[in-house]
């Protein structure tokens, strides 16, 4: 009875009255997220939108994964990626301390963010800056954004050639003082290369950290690696995903100055890179030769189809990846993409001024390149006359 009584003591509280959306930080709330390309389940759908490799891993690859799927899947991953790095480190002829691995270079290019650049809120100048090239990759805005960081956007050329460096000075648009600068190279999504001697002209005379984003290198004639071994404001990022056909194990790494990379190290979530993508990334270093075979087939068929559109009337930049960029004829690019869509070819359409004319179109297999070739007939107003 007593207890009983001392319950009815008790005040009951009243809910708090709290919106959702008041919970979260205004720069998230009027942030725009990355869009990455569609993946959608379509039936006999022919992708050609992701930059996806059209051919699979190597049969050792997935040899190694699937031996790999026993009672070690209970067990944490190596911390440091330590076996990946140390072969990563012989493949391009530097120490493991030179080489960070993460979950796709995406993780890495967010950690570089975090590490290398001040809020903008109660910092000027640009130590909060994050700067990049226009268009390049859309991923670049997004990090900025979500840091409260500075842009400073700079076009590229019209032939999306990266401005000279007289030119950058001149303008006063290029800020060599910038805490973090991303240049995608090869470009995407203009497909175009950039020569070592030019990107060097430029990291030698930049005051902040510089991400050279190799994704798309083992398609192209050259790379800029060295320039991360020989800077110690530079680092390059590479990919499994692109070329070497592991997107769904997301496996990513830097190169550069141990002390950048130790920072990064510093930030990093404790086990980023999973203990399956280890093994496949090390499975593929094994066999590298079964991948440049791919890189030369993926290539062949780049410059047949580049040859086959311009011959029906598309505008074909040089590319330098396993994806075109393409202005098609009749129609603008954005409905050439719903008449493909409508054969089931899913090709890429971006929104922004200086590519809206175009089209991305992935480097699928011969079969796949043929099938869009004959829709691109059988949409052309000549195909009906």
């Not at 129609?331 to 070819?345: C, Y």
Request: hydrophobic share 40%; glycine share 6%; net charge positive.
């Amino acid at each position: 009875m007593h207890t009983a009584n001392r319950r009815k003591s008790v005040p009951k509280l009243k809910m708090a009255s709290v919106s959702p959306k008041a919970l979260i930080r205004p720069i998230v709330q009027k942030l725009h997220g990355y869009v990455p390309g569609e993946q959608p389940r379509i039936k006999g759908l022919i992708k050609l939108n992701t930059n996806e490799n059209p051919y699979p891993p190597s049969p050792k690859v997935l040899a190694a994964i699937k031996a790999a799927t026993d009672g070690r899947l209970r067990l944490y991953p190596n911390p440091t990626a330590q076996r990946l790095r140390e072969k990563l480190a012989k493949l391009h002829q530097c120490k493991p301390e030179n080489i960070l691995c993460g979950n796709g270079s995406d993780e890495l290019l967010a950690l570089a963010t975090r590490a290398f650049v001040e809020p903008a809120i109660g910092t000027r100048g640009s130590a909060s800056t994050i700067q990049f090239f226009s268009p390049s990759y859309s991923l670049y805005p997004v990090l900025a954004a979500i840091h409260g960081a500075r842009t400073n956007i700079v076009a590229l050329d019209k032939d999306f050639g990266i401005p000279p460096l007289p030119v950058l000075h001149k303008s006063k648009a290029w800020d060599f003082h910038a805490a973090l600068t991303f240049i995608t190279t090869p470009n995407a999504p203009s497909g175009r290369g950039y020569p070592a001697a030019e990107l060097e002209a430029l990291c030698r005379v930049q005051k902040g950290v510089v991400v050279l984003d190799e994704a798309y290198v083992d398609f192209a004639d050259a790379d800029a690696l060295k320039l991360a071994l020989k800077y110690p404001n530079v680092l390059v990022a590479r990919t499994f995903s692109k070329a070497y056909s592991l997107c769904f194990q997301r496996i990513g790494c830097f190169v550069g100055h141990p002390v950048l990379l130790a920072a990064l190290d510093k930030i990093r979530d404790s086990y980023n890179v999973n203990g399956l993508g280890q093994i496949g990334a090390l499975a593929t270093l094994d066999d590298l030769n079964y991948y440049r075979a791919n890189f030369r087939k993926i290539i062949s068929t780049r410059q047949r189809l580049s040859r086959e559109l311009t011959a029906l009337g598309f505008s074909v930049l040089p590319s330098q990846t396993n994806f075109i960029l393409a202005r098609p004829p009749h129609f603008p690019a954005k409905t050439w993409l719903e008449k493909l869509r409508a054969r089931k070819i899913l090709v890429r359409w971006f929104k922004y001024p200086s590519v809206r004319n175009y089209l991305r179109i992935t480097i699928g297999t011969d079969a796949e390149a043929n099938a869009l070739l004959r829709a691109v007939k059988a949409i052309s107003p000549s195909a009906k006359k």
